[in-house]
Every structure is written in C-alpha cells, then in structure tokens.
C-alpha cells in the first residue's frame, strides 16, 4: 500500500485516464475484477466544471464503488484551475489530478494539456494555486517533455513537488511522439529518483508481467494502465496475482462475452456519464421513445469505440469488430455476443462472423 496525501491507495496499480473510453461503467468493471487501486476519470474542462455545464459534470461522476477515485481536470489559469478543483472537492472526489500529458492539438494550443510542459514555472504556478484551493491532493500527469529536445520530466516534477502535489504520474513518451516508439522507462526511473512524493509510471504496459516488472525495476511506487486494459481488463488482476506468487486465471471467452454483456447493462441503466439531456428523464428500454433511441445509440457508440481494442488479438477479432461496427441495436450486439463468445450455448449452430 502506498498513500497520496492521506488517501491510500492498495495496489499501487491505477487506471489511467483515456477519453472516450473510461467511462465510470468501465472503471466499475475494472474495479469489479480486483487488481486496481485507483481509477481517474477521463479529463475534464476546468471551465466547464466552473460554468456548471451538464456534459462536463457528467464526465467528472463516479459512483462510491470506483473509491478511491481521481477526477482529472485541464486548463492554463492558475484562479480558474483552483476553482475547477474546488468543484471537484465538492462533488466528493478523493483526489484532483491536473493533466499535462495530453498531446491532441486541441488541448495542447489552449496553454493546457502537454504544452504546460514547455513552461514549467506557470504549470508549477497552477498547481500551487490548486494546492491552496482544496484539501485534497493534487496530482500531476506529465509525458517525458514536448518533444525528444525538451524532455523535462525530472525537472518539472521536482517543481511541481516543491509547490504542492502529493504524487505525479509520468507516461514516458514526448508529446510530439504521440503513441509512437516506446515509453521511456529509464526516464521514469529518475523522475522516481528526483522527487520524494510518489511517481506512477505508465506506457506499454499490455501485459500483466510488464506491471510487475517495471514497478519492481524501476524504482516507481505505482504503475497506471492505459490501452493494456482496453485490451484485457483483467490485466490488473492477473499482476496482482503474480505479484503474490499465485499463476493468474485465465480469460475465457465466456468471461470475456460477460464483460461486454454486463457493460452493455450499466451503460443501458447509466446515471454517471450518460448523454446530455438523459439526465432528468427516467431510463427508457432500448427502442421506447426518443430517449430511448438515443441511449442505444451512445450504447452502441460505446461498444464500438472499445471494440478494436478488446478484440485485438483474438481469432476472429477482425469479424467481430466489422460485426459491432454495423449493429444497428442492441438486441443486435447482444446476440453477436453470444453467438462469438458463448458458442456452445448458442440454441442453433452459430453463423461464422466473417459471413455477416
């Protein structure tokens, strides 16, 4: 167990913020499979937070299952962003983590996002402003710097240290590099080695034994996962398992069609991060209204969006993704599911999705 600030956080194994997708019905399930520690929401505009715009505080809800929960928050003025984090100390989040890692154009031209890495003293200036707003901790997301010419990690988190944050995560690639090459682990290493607060490592950690070796070697108190658990949401459960000398379950089909199925119902029954305007209205069936319609339609959106990734690997993966991609319902989705992945129990032979 290790702690940021006074929130303890066992393992030391989070889910990191990826946009689009961690939803809190998918951090629910994560959670559900044991393994992770701590889950962050995915990024929030500061400004939508402080304006009361619905879609923005429907991305910063969790439910009291995802404890002990992060909402992350984005933006480049220092008021504005201890505002920001005083909502989310008010809607009961247990830490308010700051993102200077995001590399999208979008973010990046706004003086928020990764392009805070290019000026270490404002991004230091932003999180003393927090610091003093809230209670609770403030935590820091950084890659290794802009680019292959500006890599800072170490400096930068030694900064932001020296004005209040109580633990910093370090994805070890530059924001020019996007996801491409690999994450810099040695980088991560020194960052771990410059500051005293605790430093989560993250970055091409796809299977359960990259958890445990990359915490153990280089020197990190944590590690957070990204596209690892897109691909296997039991990831995190499997290194607990190895970090305690137990061999990890394998994932069946079966659990994997489970999962699917099972996020299919939270997103369906959703009240955290549901479309905007569902809010005040009671949960309609699939089909039943305007409401209705529209739920089914982010339901699917949803299960397209994590498709690539989950099936990534499997026989036939490349057959089920074109399947859900031209799911027009539910009732649609639900029977590839258990046509795919729950074959034997199938009332009829099942039809080959590479026909579909």
């Not at 959106?301 to 994590?306: E, P, S, T």
Request: charged share 20%; aromatic share 6%.
């Amino acid at each position: 167990m290790i702690h940021i600030g006074n929130v303890p956080i066992s393992p030391p194994v989070g889910l990191a913020p990826m946009a689009g997708m961690t939803d809190s019905a998918f951090r629910r399930q994560v959670k559900r499979h044991g393994g992770c520690g701590l889950v962050v929401s995915e990024m929030v505009s500061s400004e939508g937070l402080i304006r009361g715009i619905d879609r923005t505080l429907e991305y910063a809800e969790f439910t009291e299952e995802e404890r002990p929960v992060s909402v992350q928050i984005f933006g480049g003025d220092p008021q504005r962003m201890a505002e920001a984090a005083r909502v989310v100390e008010a809607i009961g989040a247990d830490i308010v983590d700051v993102n200077m890692g995001c590399p999208v154009p979008k973010i990046a031209r706004h003086d928020a996002g990764c392009s805070l890495m290019r000026e270490p003293a404002h991004a230091a200036a932003i999180i003393a402003a927090m610091s003093h707003a809230v209670r609770i901790p403030v935590t820091v997301k950084m890659r290794a710097g802009w680019d292959d010419r500006a890599v800072n990690a170490p400096l930068l988190a030694k900064m932001v240290e020296d004005a209040g944050a109580a633990a910093v995560a370090v994805h070890g690639r530059s924001a020019a590099a996007s996801y491409g090459g690999r994450s810099d682990w040695e980088l991560i290493a020194r960052v771990a080695q410059a500051v005293r607060i605790p430093v989560f490592g993250n970055g091409d950690l796809v299977e359960p034994e990259h958890l445990l070796e990359r915490w153990r070697s280089s020197g990190v108190a944590g590690v957070l996962v990204g596209r690892g658990v897109l691909r296997n949401p039991w990831i995190c459960a499997q290194a607990a398992a190895l970090a305690e000398g137990r061999v990890p379950r394998p994932v069946t089909p079966e659990d994997r069609g489970t999962f699917l199925l099972d996020y299919i119902d939270l997103l369906l029954g959703e009240r955290v991060g549901e479309p905007a305007g569902f809010r005040h209205h009671a949960a309609s069936a699939p089909g039943r209204g305007a409401t209705g319609l529209r739920r089914e339609r982010w339901v699917i959106n949803k299960l397209r969006a994590l498709g690539p990734w989950f099936t990534k690997g499997l026989d036939e993966g490349s057959h089920v993704r074109v399947a859900i991609n031209h799911a027009a319902s539910i009732a649609e989705l639900r029977d590839l599911i258990q046509r795919f992945f729950f074959p034997a129990l199938s009332p009829s032979q099942p039809q080959c999705l590479s026909e579909m």
